[in-house]
Protein backbone atom coordinates (compact mmCIF):
# COMPACT_ATOMS: atom_id res chain seq x y z
CA UNK A 1 0.00 0.00 0.00
CA UNK A 2 1.15 3.52 -0.67
CA UNK A 3 0.06 6.71 1.07
CA UNK A 4 0.85 10.05 -0.03
CA UNK A 5 -0.43 13.34 0.91
CA UNK A 6 -3.31 14.84 3.01
CA UNK A 7 -4.83 12.30 5.66
CA UNK A 8 -6.01 11.72 8.97
CA UNK A 9 -4.27 10.89 12.01
CA UNK A 10 -6.45 9.37 14.87
CA UNK A 11 -5.06 9.33 18.16
CA UNK A 12 -6.76 7.26 21.34
CA UNK A 13 -5.66 7.90 24.50
CA UNK A 14 -6.48 5.66 27.18
CA UNK A 15 -4.98 3.30 30.31
CA UNK A 16 -2.99 0.12 29.97
CA UNK A 17 -5.46 -1.63 32.56
CA UNK A 18 -8.43 -1.17 29.73
CA UNK A 19 -9.58 -4.31 28.77
CA UNK A 20 -11.96 -5.79 25.82
CA UNK A 21 -13.14 -9.09 26.94
CA UNK A 22 -10.48 -9.72 29.52
CA UNK A 23 -7.50 -8.79 26.71
CA UNK A 24 -5.70 -5.26 26.76
CA UNK A 25 -8.14 -2.91 24.65
CA UNK A 26 -4.93 -1.17 22.66
CA UNK A 27 -4.39 -4.64 21.25
CA UNK A 28 -7.47 -5.15 19.99
CA UNK A 29 -7.90 -1.80 19.08
CA UNK A 30 -4.74 -2.17 16.47
CA UNK A 31 -6.18 -5.64 15.45
CA UNK A 32 -9.19 -4.21 14.51
CA UNK A 33 -7.61 -1.50 12.54
CA UNK A 34 -5.31 -4.27 10.90
CA UNK A 35 -8.58 -6.33 9.65
CA UNK A 36 -10.13 -2.84 8.16
CA UNK A 37 -6.68 -2.60 5.98
CA UNK A 38 -5.71 0.63 7.83
CA UNK A 39 -2.34 1.48 6.77
CA UNK A 40 -0.89 1.16 10.68
CA UNK A 41 -0.99 1.60 13.92
CA UNK A 42 1.40 2.11 16.70
CA UNK A 43 0.91 1.79 20.83
CA UNK A 44 3.16 4.16 22.68
CA UNK A 45 2.97 3.76 26.73
CA UNK A 46 3.52 6.76 28.68
CA UNK A 47 5.54 6.99 31.55
CA UNK A 48 3.39 9.44 33.20
CA UNK A 49 0.23 11.29 32.80
CA UNK A 50 -3.37 12.26 33.70
CA UNK A 51 -6.94 12.23 32.23
CA UNK A 52 -10.72 13.19 33.29
CA UNK A 53 -9.78 11.40 36.73
CA UNK A 54 -7.41 14.23 37.57
CA UNK A 55 -5.42 11.03 39.40
CA UNK A 56 -1.92 11.43 38.08
CA UNK A 57 -0.20 7.74 37.04
CA UNK A 58 3.61 7.59 36.61
CA UNK A 59 6.20 5.18 36.99
CA UNK A 60 8.21 7.28 39.76
CA UNK A 61 6.09 6.18 42.79
CA UNK A 62 5.60 2.41 43.13
CA UNK A 63 2.12 3.19 44.17
CA UNK A 64 1.05 5.22 41.19
CA UNK A 65 2.05 2.74 38.51
CA UNK A 66 -0.44 1.06 37.73
CA UNK A 67 -2.44 1.89 34.21
CA UNK A 68 -0.09 4.27 33.21
CA UNK A 69 -1.47 6.46 29.85
CA UNK A 70 -1.61 4.25 26.26
CA UNK A 71 -1.76 6.01 22.92
CA UNK A 72 -3.13 4.42 20.03
CA UNK A 73 -2.18 6.13 16.61
CA UNK A 74 -3.77 5.27 13.52
CA UNK A 75 -2.96 7.43 9.81
CA UNK A 76 -4.74 7.02 6.78
CA UNK A 77 -6.63 8.53 4.48
CA UNK A 78 -9.84 10.79 5.56
CA UNK A 79 -12.40 8.27 4.00
CA UNK A 80 -10.72 4.94 6.13
CA UNK A 81 -10.18 6.69 9.03
CA UNK A 82 -13.74 8.10 9.41
CA UNK A 83 -14.87 4.49 8.22
CA UNK A 84 -12.97 2.77 11.42
CA UNK A 85 -14.58 5.47 13.77
CA UNK A 86 -17.64 3.25 14.70
CA UNK A 87 -14.83 0.98 16.01
CA UNK A 88 -14.05 3.00 18.40
CA UNK A 89 -17.22 4.30 19.82
CA UNK A 90 -18.16 0.60 20.31
CA UNK A 91 -14.19 0.08 22.24
CA UNK A 92 -13.34 3.25 24.01
CA UNK A 93 -15.59 3.83 26.89
CA UNK A 94 -13.48 5.82 28.78
CA UNK A 95 -10.27 7.73 27.22
CA UNK A 96 -9.85 10.58 24.59
CA UNK A 97 -10.14 10.14 20.74
CA UNK A 98 -8.73 12.91 18.74
CA UNK A 99 -8.64 13.38 14.83
CA UNK A 100 -6.09 15.51 12.75
CA UNK A 101 -5.63 16.27 9.73
CA UNK A 102 -2.21 15.47 8.33
CA UNK A 103 0.08 15.09 5.62
CA UNK A 104 2.22 11.78 4.55
CA UNK A 105 5.17 12.67 3.36
CA UNK A 106 7.04 8.88 3.04
CA UNK A 107 5.26 5.62 3.69
CA UNK A 108 6.85 2.68 2.48
CA UNK A 109 6.69 -0.77 3.45
CA UNK A 110 8.54 -3.92 2.50
CA UNK A 111 7.09 -6.42 -0.13
CA UNK A 112 5.12 -9.69 1.69
CA UNK A 113 8.04 -11.74 0.07
CA UNK A 114 10.89 -9.60 2.05
CA UNK A 115 9.50 -10.02 5.35
CA UNK A 116 11.31 -12.11 8.18
Known amino acids: ??????????????????????????SEIVHRAHAAGLAGASVFHGVEGFGASSLIHTTRLLSLSENLPVAIVIVDTEERVRAFLPHLDELV???LVTLEECEVIRYVGRDAGERR
Open 1 to 26: MRLTGPALRVTIFIGENDRWHHKPLS
Open 93 to 95: SEG
